[in-house]
């Protein structure tokens, strides 16, 4: 069934924003506080802003895989994972993925964001973003009894949002393995250094997340930027199952090119929308380049294949595509110690929506997730330093970029965050649940439980990949998903830093008081892996990464000559008046889960798009 969340549309708009995911909503939010400018929002998916399986923080997973909530991304096999594909998936509703992810709520590093301005935009450093960090959000800080139990003194509020949509908070159901993290990461002298809104954090530690501790439900995109006063705004028009077939283009004597409208289908039917001032892609990362081809901004040579026409020749559209690959090994917990496989248990899952429901306590709360950002170079052996100089020089010599022209720049910046010992190569994430991908690739195969007992899962996720993949029409259709080709681990550098940070995986869990935790010899998945020495430990890779859910990169903000898409006011190369604003823009993926990233992003891009207005 069509939704049309507010009346009929008009036959233009001032900005016409294909997306109401989590950066599109931001945008049109922004925009529309000015009464005198109209705004339209098209997104493909639904209205589902009620749907429990939305609302509820701890049914997050049931949305994946699901076609009423998510597009149901795969990659291609990837020849580095023995030819495993991999499931992306990404919000089909308003919202966007901020309305399906696990609600984590992570912050880049202060080098993360100045490597941007390194690539060449003027003014997207860490201190020039910091202040929409702050804006997105609205800081809940917990009770004594929280604050104490997960040992959060290293947040310091002077840093966090005070009057933000987004409410962060920690929750109120936490088990052992919570509570006992941060310790376990303290005596292995691992203790976080600082708060990561910093941007200069790096230990263990417990995560904010995204819910609102009054409601205890979701907190995002579409239940904040698009709450009941800004819906009732008469200068926004949000139109949902309304999918974006491409930008009408047209092209001046000067060869500038001027975005006059917006074709969609809706219902079924071919409809035509203009606009007076602007169009702006917040499709996300795969599909913000497809529209792009799909409109003749692209490969000439790709576009031609298809039979389209060429009216930006821009082969970069669709390339640099990053992701934070993530490998995963799951142990066996002691008896006693309760972990989210026990929901597999029909009778208790009923209980736990039941609670959820009657109380807003329980599971389905979705207490916080715990984190650890950690250089490589702590886990080199003595004599690192020579090691870990020599490392990079060894495959990066080895292996010459490729034909993306700012692939030998982004490598020296990375090659320079890899040898500080205040930056983080890797992101740790436990998950009180098993995971097993050799169950298959979709999430609906590989997240319920496969083996009897309760596990604890330990990812080690890259912050840094140097492995470049990419995202690209297989025709002119607009109903057919793009080619997704991440080229996991292709970078070999990839798979020997990620192989030192699964080889401490076996310390963490030897280390008390998380060593008490799990049974001693105790199963594990995949079953009896062990990583201590370094080969097994590079095996784990090919056998485990998947996504952890974060692409960027794929209308990278550069200089066009370096490969970039849109320029530093995000305006796609060789438009008047089109731009891209989502995760594609970055040029670098920063560290860890990218939702707030994309949320500063889009605040500052309502601000530049009202300075230009004047």
């Not at 490597?115 to 804006?135: H, I, R, T, V």
């Not at 974006?244 to 969609?264: C, M, P, Y």
């Not at 497809?290 to 669709?318: C, K, T, Y």
């Not at 995949?526 to 590079?538: I, T, W, Y």
């Amino acid at each position: 069934m069509t939704t049309i969340t507010t009346a009929e549309p008009k036959d233009s708009y001032d900005y016409v924003i294909a997306g109401g995911g989590t950066a599109g909503l931001v945008v049109a939010s922004r925009l529309s506080e000015d009464p005198n400018v109209t705004v339209l929002v098209l997104e493909a998916g639904a209205d589902r802003l009620s749907d429990n399986r939305i609302t509820t923080p701890g049914l997050a997973m049931t949305t994946w895989d699901n076609p009423d909530f998510d597009w149901q991304f795969m990659t291609t096999p990837q020849d580095a994972l023995n030819g495993r594909t991999v499931a992306h998936p990404r919000g089909k509703t308003l919202g966007g993925s901020s309305a399906i992810n696990m609600c984590l709520m992570t912050y880049p590093s202060k080098s993360g964001l100045d490597s941007w301005e390194k690539l060449g935009n003027k003014g997207w450093n860490f201190d020039a973003l910091q202040p929409y960090y702050k804006k997105f959000h609205t800081y809940c800080p917990p009770s004594k009894d929280v604050h104490d139990l997960l040992a959060l003194d290293y947040m310091d509020e002077t840093l966090q949002g005070t009057s933000g949509p987004i409410k962060v908070s920690f929750g109120d159901f936490h088990g052992p393995l919570q509570k006992d993290w941060p310790e376990t990461f303290q005596r292995l002298n691992k203790k976080l250094t600082g708060d990561p809104l910093s941007g200069i954090g790096h230990g263990g530690h417990s995560n904010p997340t995204s819910i609102d501790p009054k409601t205890k439900t979701r907190s995002h995109a579409g239940s904040e930027y698009y709450r009941p006063e800004v819906k009732n705004r008469e200068n926004l028009r949000v139109l949902t199952e309304a999918l974006v077939v491409k930008v009408i283009l047209e092209k001046s004597d000067d060869d500038l090119v001027t975005a006059k409208g917006v074709q969609f289908t809706l219902a079924g039917k071919l409809q035509t929308i203009g606009a007076n001032r602007e169009i702006i892609l917040a499709a996300g990362t795969f599909q913000s380049p497809q529209i792009l081809e799909l409109s003749g901004v692209g490969s000439r040579a790709l576009l031609e294949q298809h039979g389209m026409e060429s009216v930006i020749d821009n082969p970069f559209v669709g390339e640099n595509l990053q992701d934070h690959a993530v490998a995963s090994l799951c142990f066996e917990a002691a008896d006693g110690i309760p972990t989210g496989d026990i929901l597999r248990d029909p009778q208790i899952f009923a209980a736990a929506i039941e609670e959820y429901n009657t109380s807003k306590t329980g599971f389905l709360t979705a207490g916080t997730i715990c984190s650890a950002y950690m250089p490589v170079v702590d886990f080199l052996d003595q004599g690192g330093e020579s090691e870990l100089s020599e490392l990079p020089d060894k495959y990066l010599s080895r292996n010459a970029p490729s034909a993306f022209p700012a692939q030998q720049q982004q490598y020296e910046v990375l090659r320079k965050m890899l040898q500080s010992k205040d930056d983080s190569s890797i992101q740790y994430v436990m998950v009180p649940a098993q995971t097993n991908v050799h169950a298959g690739a979709k999430p609906s195969q590989f997240l319920p439980p496969s083996s009897e007992g309760n596990y604890m899962t330990l990812f080690a996720a890259l912050n840094h990949p140097f492995s470049r993949g990419s995202v690209h029409i297989t025709s002119a259709d607009p109903m057919e998903k793009p080619r997704i080709d991440p080229k996991y681990l292709s970078h070999p550098l990839d798979n020997e830093i990620l192989a030192r940070h699964v080889q401490y995986m076996e310390k963490l869990v030897a280390t008390e008081p998380l060593a008490s935790l799990l049974k001693k010899g105790g199963r594990r998945i995949p079953a009896g892996k062990h990583v201590e020495e370094l080969d097994a430990a590079r095996s784990l890779g090919p056998e485990t990464v998947m996504s952890i859910f974060h692409p960027t990169g794929t209308c990278a903000m550069m200089s066009r000559e370096l490969g970039g898409v849109v320029n530093e006011r995000l305006i796609v190369y060789g438009t008047t008046n089109l731009r891209v604003v989502d995760a594609s823009i970055m040029p670098l993926e920063p560290r860890g889960n990218i939702q707030s990233s994309v949320y500063a992003i889009a605040e500052r891009a309502a601000d530049i798009i009202r300075q230009d207005m004047r």
